[in-house]
């Protein structure tokens, strides 16, 4: 699933909630689990705006339709296939979510048996939740790629250091039981990971929860914020490019190295998106701003034990090496960035200092 289609997908999701609760219920109609998630799923977000796009709070709807009187299997599908927080890279990783939440459900009590064999609406039983303040949500998170594994205290302090807020405001989970019903209400920022392969090895969502950190998310910029957290972690990092159109250029991405003019736009794999792998498919670029920038820099490499890479030196944090290739039948060099090919070529740069 590549990054534009989880955005896209994750907001169509909010749209139809929102679409479902302000158009009238049909003629005749005593519920569905479907659309009654999503109308409770409404009121919630235009209660709590984008803290409404938790875990928990799909655990306390999933309860609500229990109670209403639908069968657990109808509440896991339906939080599946409905649910923001179900959007997932891998059906597998979908359906656990949904689990999860259903399993926190079955312990929920029922509505009054008689009522419910001809009403299942969660207002007509009591069990809606009340909306008291009507507001728009704003856009509460954003998924990115980071090259490298980071511990959930490395993501934790960047992200407060970012935000100029305290590293307990900050939640990194991989599971949901991890916080659950549990979470502190002084939590301002979630962070989910979800291990992925090829050239990438985590997946970021962040969700901002309330607008403060909305409104300095916006003043900072997408590009603001993940370059800082490539330059502070000393990683690189994958996004979408907001200057695209979402229908158009479906996998086309921004390879980001720290906070410098190091950006590259990039296209992911399709055929391997399947599979939770995202490899870059154009890195081996001249006109990279990546390898243009190092073209120009004056290099002064060391040399090493292994022939197959016999030069490689540290520039700007970051870990660079020359691969001898099988030529002429390949270009002589490959220069690799962080164990990343980038690009091949024949000559050396006039900048390289060479032993």
Known sequence: MSIHE???????????AYKALSLPDPDGYNGTSEREYQKELARNLQNDGSKAISASMDQ???????????????????VKQHSPMAVKPSQEQRQAYAKNVVQKAYFSGGANPEKQLEEHRLEQLGIDTIVKIKQS????????LVDRDLSNDEIATTFAEIFEITEDDVIVFEEVEVFGDNLSDNIQLICERTSVKGDFQLSLTIYLQGYELEEIAEK???LEIIGSFSEILGCNCLILDPSKDNLKDEDSCLFLQGLSNLIQEVFIDPDTLANNEYIITNFNDESSPIVQELLKQELFWKATDNPEFPYRL???????????NDFPEESLYTLFIDSKSVYNFDDLSECWQIP
């Not at 309860?63 to 509440?75: C, F, P, R």
């Not at 540290?314 to 001898?324: A, C, G, M, P, V």
């Open 314 to 324: 540290e520039f700007n944090d970051t870990f660079l090496e020359l691969r001898i």
């Open 220 to 222: 900072m910029g997408e």
């Open 137 to 144: 949500l704003a856009m509460g998170w954003k998924l990115f």
């Open 60 to 78: 306390r709807i999933a309860g609500k339709l229990k109670a209403a009187g639908y069968s657990l299997g109808e509440i896991e599908e339906v």
């Open 6 to 16: 989880f955005e896209k997908e994750s907001q169509e999701r909010l749209n139809n």
